[in-house]
């Protein structure tokens, strides 16, 4: 782990859930596989993401979870997961939960599956905003319908009611104007194949997909893109682009615990709505993960 002034800073890993043969969740796989991304250098965890199927966990299992990625975690490492739900009082009740855990920060969506505008977005965070855990917004707006425009997310840090922003929109051209308009927020990559592009423009940390596959690499990726060293960053970006692309496409999920498979990990299988890779997408997959760590890639 690399010196960073903020829990949110640095890599935090998105971290996929090990589901068994029966689809139950695995937390001594996953407690085990928290505490390997910590040893290979990663800052944190960000678990109940996307990648980590929260949309399917009971909240039983969505708590514990949470409890499980804390317990494994060594002094330093920050657990942020996401906090993620339809409405403001749900999403309160997780940062709740998380701040009982002992959880450093939480990551929240515009309300889940509602196309809110911006009166509405503003009262969500509002509301989250008083459990008093530092809060980083997560843009999506190709899941969410719902822009986390600069001006918006400029109005919510004003306000103080967001620390950061996982910008997963792909513009990248977004980091400067919301440097301009908000130079109080830190900027976080949200989607992997755009890294190098928005550590460049000064993003703060990377809630990192492909990690959970390759963390060496991608720890290495970050310090040196956020360093500025292009000579480092930038032959390994190539390298792994065909790879972190993945984390834009719908499949990510699918995708990234087959790489964990290829490399030794175990990613295992998704809950329903998703369905296995079909053949094409899986010998995809296999050999540029395969060609990644033939190249040193780890």
């Known amino acids: 782990m690399h010196a960073r002034l903020k829990p949110w800073h640095g890599v935090l890993v998105a971290t996929a859930l090990p589901f068994d043969d029966r689809l139950q969740v695995d937390l001594d796989r996953f407690a085990e596989h928290v505490r390997w991304l910590a040893a290979e250098g990663c800052d944190g965890v960000t678990p109940n993401g996307s990648l980590g199927e929260y949309q399917t966990l009971t909240e039983q299992e969505r708590r514990a979870v949470v409890r499980t990625a804390v317990d494994a975690a060594p002094d330093g490492f920050t657990v942020m997961p996401g906090i993620a739900a339809y409405g403001a009082l749900e999403a309160r009740r997780w940062a709740e939960d998380a701040a009982e855990a002992g959880c450093a920060a939480v990551m929240l969506l515009p309300p889940n599956a509602y196309r809110a505008d911006e009166q509405a977005v503003v009262e969500h965070y509002r509301e989250v905003a008083k459990v008093g855990i530092p809060v980083v917004a ?81 720890v290495q990726l970050f310090n040196a893109a956020a360093n500025g060293d292009l000579a480092t960053a930038l032959p390994l970006y190539r390298m792994l682009h065909q790879l972190l692309r993945w984390d834009s496409k719908t499949e990510f999920v699918q995708a990234i615990k087959l790489s964990m498979d290829v490399v030794g990990r175990y990613g295992g299988p998704c809950r329903p709505p998703r369905v296995p890779l079909t053949a094409e997408q899986q010998r995809a997959v296999r050999e540029a993960t395969e060609k990644s760590t033939a190249a040193g890639c780890r």
């Open 138 to 218: 997560y843009n999506n707006p190709i899941d969410t319908k719902v822009n986390l425009t600069p001006a918006l997310l400029a109005q919510l840090c004003g306000e103080g009611l967001i620390v950061g922003v996982k910008e997963f929109s792909g513009d990248v051209r977004r980091s400067y104007e919301i440097a301009e308009l908000a130079p109080d927020l830190d900027v976080l990559v949200g989607a992997d194949d755009v890294a190098l592009e928005m550590c460049l423009a000064g993003a703060r940390g990377w809630v990192a997909g492909y990690v959970n596959a390759l963390p060496r690499a991608s």
